[in-house]
Structure formats: structure tokens, C-alpha cells
Nanobody
């Protein structure tokens, strides 16, 4: 059974920092990239970051230079350090095993189609 439990979201001011944590189970980090997606109010989910088992890292243009993804495969944990937060970072953040598609508007997708409850990040000015 695949389970994903996100934590660490909070309400902070512009310029603040947060660390998100994901406790994952039911799949091997050797089989999939892991990553974070987010959903802002009224919008669909968008890929934010990913980390492959061989160390390849992706960040969306919106978060490049501000967010850092990492993992601890031995503990099945995924992390995302978020610095210099902006109002447009306001969203519910989800972790997931990742598959990359060659085409389409959303190339980064949840490989196993199981979602946690997410963790809510709110940035205020």
C-alpha cells in the first residue's frame, strides 16, 4: 500500500522560510524519482521539484534558486527547503513518486496515482 504523509506547511510572511517533510511508504526510491507538486486555489497541480535515484534534480522556473529538494532513502523521507517565500508560493504541497512524460502540458506526474492530504503553505505580505 502506497502512503504519503506531508507535513511542515504553515503561514509565514513574504521572505520567510519553511521546510516540508514527506514520509513515504509502499514503493522503493530506486524505482521512481521523488518530488513535490503544488496546487494553488483555482488552479491545477503543477510540478515544483524532483530528485531521481541517480541524483538528477529538477526545479520549476518559479522556484529555481529558492527551493532545495533532498531525500533520505533509508528512512523513506523526502524534504523540501523553501527560502525567500513569495505570495505566489501559496498552495497545498504534495509529495509523490514521479514519472516524467515526453509530451503534454504537465510532464511531471504522479507515477502511482496515490495522493496524501498535502500540507498547506500560506504566504502573506
Amino acid at each position: 500500500e502506497v502512503q504519503l504523509v506531508e507535513s511542515g506547511g504553515d503561514s509565514v510572511h513574504v521572505g520567510g522560510s519553511l521546510t516540508l517533510t514527506c514520509a513515504a511508504s509502499g514503493f522503493s526510491f530506486d524505482d521512481y524519482s521523488v518530488g513535490w507538486l503544488r496546487q494553488a486555489p483555482g488552479k491545477g497541480r503543477e510540478g515544483v521539484s524532483s530528485l531521481s535515484s541517480d541524483g538528477l534534480i529538477y526545479y520549476s522556473d518559479a522556484v529555481q534558486g529558492r527551493f532545495t529538494i533532498s531525500s533520505d532513502p533509508a528512512k523513506s523521507m523526502i524534504f523540501q527547503q523553501m527560502n525567500n517565500l513569495l505570495p505566489e508560493d501559496t498552495a497545498v504541497y504534495y509529495c509523490a513518486p514521479i514519472i516524467w512524460l515526453q509530451t503534454g502540458p504537465q510532464r511531471m506526474i504522479n507515477a502511482l496515482h496515490v495522493w496524501g492530504h498535502g500540507t498547506r503553505v500560506t504566504i502573506s505580505s
